[in-house]
């Protein structure tokens, strides 16, 4: 993808510059150390992982570095650099950070520097042994004039992002982490919604039930039928239930004369051989919640309930 | 301020945004299916009562069953006034038994009854029943 930004090269020596729009910048030399390897490796991530112990001794022991490896023909070429160091240089320069879109290194565009670039009054950016190197401009010889016009066609493909790392809370592993776990549990909520979405046993019951009594679909005439019958249930429980609870009082010296049952009232007349007896088949009336009056000289009772 | 500062802010909560959605989305899926599945089941609940008791109280066959009540006792004891969906019976010189006999059939009988009355006359027992179905 080619990059439209500006493209600005940074070296130590250089004057303060003013921006209106952010840009990508080129690194000399100054800023990052390079090595140069031949390993067994195959992938880029594989030799990274082994960058750092290159440059044990190289590097200041108590900064944090970070690299780039790229392979340059048979070899790893492995950038360790120093993105606070950089940072602060850079702002020192009047480019903040967040006019820096993309950080890139001049030996990742080695074989586009085909003759010396000229870094201010003194120093130039020269190839010497496959590596870009800075050396002074008085070191040059005559027919090695730094003429070389550096534009934005030196960006490669493959850049740092500054703004991405510095400021940020997070750190990119920890943010895909939590991206990770984030989207796993999203993935998971969806299904179980649509697992929710797919029962439908109670829904092929019903439609069963309709299919057998489509008189019956519409709740409205559901609830005048149920209403009726059920009405009619307990009303006939309830008389039922009344002409059983007055057969339970019959016992031995009690006589049923006359049972009425009614559609809201059953009464009954029992007659009794002794006072005992009707005391005890009062008792047992008044146990069962019934409404008892004795007949006048006799051991006669009526006993009587509301359905 | 630059958003690219905190892209790797910004992505944890464009993730945690879906997160929520979702959780959401299955939320509301659990609500709307549960209280679905809540109706359906009163539904079905509901249609299976008028079912059963129209089964009892709407039992087309309860005419058939009616004349046993015939036939329970002898022919001589019963005065048997049948008109549409009306029954008007009387029996007279009940025995116990057969007292006892008539009330458990009359009582079993999916009929709603509208008047049931005993009467002892001397050892035996004369019975009317009113019923309708």
Known sequence: ?307 | MSWKQYQNEIIVLAALFLLLFSYMYKHNEVTSRSEHVKTVQNSIEELEEVVALKKIWADKKISKKIESLQTLVPSNKVKWQKKSKKLTVNYTDLDANELNKLTTKILNLPVSITLFEVKKSGSNYNVELKCKW
């Open chain 1, 1 to 307: 993808m080619k990059t439209t930004k500006e493209l600005l090269i940074v070296y130590s020596s250089m004057p303060k510059v003013f921006l209106k729009e952010s840009v990508n910048v080129m690194l000399t030399p100054q800023f990052y150390t390079l090595k140069k390897e031949t390993l067994p490796v195959k992938y880029a991530y594989q030799a990274k992982k082994i960058a750092p112990s290159l440059f044990d001794g190289l590097l200041e022991e108590r900064e944090s570095y970070e690299y780039m490896v790229f392979k340059e023909k048979d070899q790893w070429v492995f950038l360790a650099y120093n993105l606070r160091y950089i940072e602060n240089f850079l702002s020192s320069k009047g480019i903040e950070r967040s006019m820096v879109s993309k950080i890139f290194f001049a030996q990742q565009v080695v074989d586009k520097f085909l003759a010396p670039l000229a870094l201010g009054e003194k120093e130039a950016l020269v190839v010497l042994d496959d590596s870009v190197v800075v050396v002074p401009r008085a070191a040059l010889g005559e027919e090695e004039s730094p003429t070389l016009k550096f534009d934005k066609t030196f960006s490669p493909q493959k850049g740092v992002s500054l703004q991405g790392e510095l400021g940020s809370f997070l750190t990119k592993k920890q943010a895909y982490a939590f991206m990770g776990v984030f989207l796993l549990f999203a993935v998971l909520f969806v299904a179980e919604g649509l697992r929710y979405n797919g029962v439908k046993s109670a829904d092929e019951k019903l439609q069963a039930l309709y299919e057998a009594h489509p008189a019956l679909q519409s709740s409205y005439t559901r609830e005048e039928v149920l209403n009726k019958y059920r009405n009619i249930d307990t009303q006939e429980r309830k008389k039922r239930e009344g002409v059983k609870k007055l057969s339970n009082l019959i016992f031995k010296g009690v006589t049923l004369t006359h049972l009425t049952l009614t559609e809201n009232t059953y009464k009954a007349n029992f007659t009794s051989v002794s006072a005992d007896v009707s005391k005890k088949l009062e008792a047992l009336a008044k146990k069962e919640s019934l409404k008892v009056s004795k007949v006048k000289k006799s051991h006669d009772l009526i006993i009587e309930g509301a359905i």
